[in-house]
């Protein structure tokens, strides 16, 4: 008999990649089911970026490459990160992984004991919690409800810091919310994590450049704290190129160092031509951006708008990334037939199953009464699901 390990069976299965599955299986049956489940940009790659991938293969960039990543590309991440961010990252400070969530288990890795504590800000991605598990860390999760943006202030960071606390992760632009943390904000956060050196913060800015409310702030970006921040980034969401899997962090020295041993034992370096592209997406001016920034900011106002006029649920004003996480609590307790909602997850299930629209439950996220609605597809998608979701929603007494 195969048993699995304890560390397995503790891990939940990612909510976002499971209700995608669920999804594909209606369709195979011939359901007409929009996801809008995925984290994912409908736009291509930009062709520049593709051509770059092109002459590295023709001049047979196929060999293994540095663990780390390529000198040269780590190098137009460290000019990437002073010309956006106004961060100095040397190359030594960079490490390039399979993907940001890769970058995210690294320090994680490198830095948690069974026992040590790692503050999470809720709501928060899936696989923060997942990952700090597997690493035996303990979650201590920091709620922030809708009424406050979602985001916690440097006071509630403050009370959540106990002497075994090791680390801190969050991300702005955010996954769910897409709340995004303007410099005052941060600045009260950094209050809190200067008066304990010890205490490491890992700063997902994954959705950087989808940004509506202007310019992007890093946390590294306070000199007192530089020393204790992980900055995560990578090329997924803005460039389009999820299926490429490339993510870095800039780092303080020795963190980047752990983390090129630890990736050293699991993967080695990321793709080669991968990398190669990678290069053309950080050298170029991220203003090249700006039509599909436009686009996601008006489905943003679609999306808001047409909830708006949905009985009961509210949401914020999310100021970045291509999600709304609405508060749907008021469904709690109705029902339709013989089904009762009681929760989030029997709320997603029944828009699934009655609306054959796809989304993720908030319970993944940290907040049960939420849900998460990407809008990362067209305007006439968009269109449609908000129109099932509201006439499924009425269905309900």
Request: aromatic share 8%.
């Amino acid at each position: 008999m195969i048993q699995l390990s304890d560390r397995l069976l503790k891990m939940e299965e990612s909510a976002t990649i499971a209700m995608s599955r669920k999804s594909r299986e209606l369709k195979t049956q011939g359901k007409d089911v929009i996801s809008l489940s995925l984290g994912e940009p409908d736009f291509n790659t930009p062709q520049f970026i593709k051509d770059a991938a092109t002459d590295a293969m023709n001049n047979n960039f196929t060999k293994y490459m540095p663990v780390p990543g390529y000198d040269d590309l780590r190098e137009s991440i460290s000019h990437k990160f002073k010309r956006d961010n106004g961060l100095d990252y040397g190359k030594d400070q960079i490490v390039v992984s399979t993907g940001a969530k890769q970058s995210i288990a690294n320090v994680v890795l490198s830095l948690i004991n069974p026992g040590d504590e790692v503050i999470i800000p809720a709501p928060y991605w899936v696989s923060y919690i997942e990952i700090v598990k597997v690493a035996g860390g303990i979650p201590v999760i920091v709620n922030a409800g809708i009424e406050k943006d979602f985001k916690i202030t440097g006071p509630e960071l403050a009370k959540a810091i106990t002497p075994k606390s090791k680390l801190m992760i969050f991300s702005t632009p955010c996954n769910p919310t897409g709340t995004v943390y303007n410099k005052e904000e941060l600045r009260g956060l950094a209050d809190a994590i200067g008066k304990h050196p010890s205490l490491i913060v890992l700063c997902d800015e994954i959705y950087e450049h989808i940004n509506f409310e202007g310019k992007h702030e890093s946390l590294a970006q306070f000199e007192d704290i530089y020393e204790q921040v992980v900055t995560v980034n990578g090329v997924s969401k803005a460039w389009a190129m999820t299926g490429w899997r490339l993510g870095y962090i800039g780092a303080p020295k020795t963190i980047a160092d752990a983390c090129n041993k630890v990736q050293g034992q699991f993967t080695s370096g990321t793709c080669s031509i991968t990398q190669k592209a990678a290069i053309a997406a950080m050298e170029a001016n991220p203003e090249v951006l700006k039509d599909m920034i436009l686009a996601f900011k008006n489905r943003r106002t679609l999306v808001l708008d047409a909830l708006s006029n949905i009985p009961g649920i509210k949401t914020n004003n999310p100021g970045g990334a291509f999600y709304v996480f609405p508060d749907c609590s008021s469904y709690f307790g109705k029902s339709y037939g013989a089904l009762k909602i009681n929760n989030a997850s029997d709320l997603c299930m029944f828009l699934l199953e009655e609306a054959l629209v796809a989304l993720v439950t908030g319970d993944a996220f940290g907040d049960p009464n939420c849900f998460r609605i990407s809008y990362a597809a067209s305007e006439e998608t968009l269109n449609e699901a908000m129109r099932r979701i509201k006439d499924a929603l009425s269905k309900l007494k």
